[in-house]
């Protein structure tokens, strides 16, 4: 059963630069055809796909998000994490690490979500 599990500050100020992990078990983060994407909630809306590191290849990023967004992955750790700079209060959302291991198909995991706001 893999596991998923999101960490990082609730709150952040303008112009700073959000900082978010998710810590992985159940499964190694170098395993084949796995993919481990960030996805957020804004308060009303929908789900926006943020960006997503693959088993082998670069990292990927919404192209809304792509000048603002650094995802990485440490793998002693089996996490990866999230940076997004210049946040201001259209960032305030929830924030969910997601995990693609389908094989011959998606198959997903979610982490429970954290919330982060933006306010000084």
């Known amino acids: 059963q893999v596991q998923l599990q999101e960490s990082g500050p609730g709150l952040v100020k303008p112009s700073q630069t959000l900082s978010l992990t998710c810590t992985i078990s159940g499964t190694s983060i170098t395993t084949n055809y796995h993919y481990w994407s960030w996805i957020r909630q804004p308060p009303g809306k929908g789900l926006e796909w943020m960006g997503a590191n693959p088993y082998v290849g670069s990292t990927y990023y919404s192209p809304s998000l792509k000048s603002r967004t650094s995802i990485s992955r440490d793998t002693s750790k089996n996490q990866f994490t999230l940076q997004l700079s210049s946040v201001t209060p259209e960032d305030i959302a929830v924030y969910y690490c997601?995990?693609?291991?389908?094989?011959?198909?998606?198959?997903?995991?979610w982490g429970q979500g954290t919330q982060v706001t933006v306010s000084s």
């Open positions: 997601n995990a693609d291991v389908g094989v011959d198909g998606p198959f997903y995991y």
